[in-house]
């Protein structure tokens, strides 16, 4: 009976890897340089939110602090940059520039409703500003989670060809002789899987951290000018 020739069966996984072939080689480095994006992407985009949620902490806290918005925008601007504090520099960058100019129109009303407007479009492009500054590198973690476990099935499938042309040319289709080739072509599909699981995990969070994020600049922003209305600045 001819069990394997010229090579000892391998027992372990990573004796697999030690004796895959080539192409299966060149799939796990590429899943295995994957795998450490994915995981310096998550730890980066984790920092990012702990440190943007600190920062809004502290914002909030000082705004409630202020007895009127020009007194917040004092304050806030002493602490560190944030997206909260641009948004307010944005608004009150309209107020003091942009306003007056508005205000100068014939009909009162008009004029009122053309601030609003402008000013909804202002904070309308900083939030999307925002938006796509906190989301970066994230849709890479989409490519990833989807694009690994299909390179590992390819790993897979010209490892089972390997195996299945190695039985061919040895003459011996026992379940020895077939079943390191086969364990060996797995491999691949394994380290996909376990380079996509954490990759998809991690890009739904951070999605949903993303939306929660816009959603609460979109209320901010909402806050701003309801407070301008009520101090009489539009």
Request: proline letters at 5%; charged letters at 20%.
């Amino acid at each position: 009976m001819i069990l394997q020739i010229g090579k000892a069966l391998p027992t372990t996984p990573w004796e697999l890897v030690l004796t895959s072939n080539l192409a299966t080689k060149i799939v796990l480095v590429v899943l295995a340089v994957f795998s450490v994006v994915t995981w310096f992407m998550i730890v980066m985009k984790w920092w990012q939110f702990r440190r943007i949620r600190k920062q809004a902490d502290r914002f909030f806290v000082e705004m409630e602090r202020a007895a009127t918005l020009q007194d917040a925008y004092h304050g806030v601007m002493k602490l560190p940059p944030s997206p909260y504090g641009r948004m307010l520099r944005e608004g009150m960058n309209f107020f003091s520039e942009v306003s007056p100019a508005l205000k100068g129109q014939d009909d009162p009303a008009v004029a009122k409703r053309t601030q609003i407007e402008v000013l909804r479009m202002i904070f309308a492009k900083e939030i999307a500003a925002e938006r796509d500054l906190m989301s970066r590198f994230i849709p890479w973690l989409a490519t990833i989670g989807s694009v690994s476990p299909l390179l590992g099935l390819l790993g897979t499938v010209l490892g089972v060809m390997d195996a299945f042309i190695g039985i061919s040319t040895r003459g011996s289709g026992n379940i020895s002789a077939v079943a390191p080739g086969v364990a060996e072509a797995l491999v691949t599909t394994v380290a996909g899987l376990a380079v996509a699981i954490p990759a998809v995990m991690a890009y739904n969070l951070f999605v949903s951290r993303l939306t929660l994020f816009a959603g609460e600049l979109e209320g901010f922003a909402y806050e701003v000018m309801g407070t301008m209305a009520r101090e009489g600045k539009l």
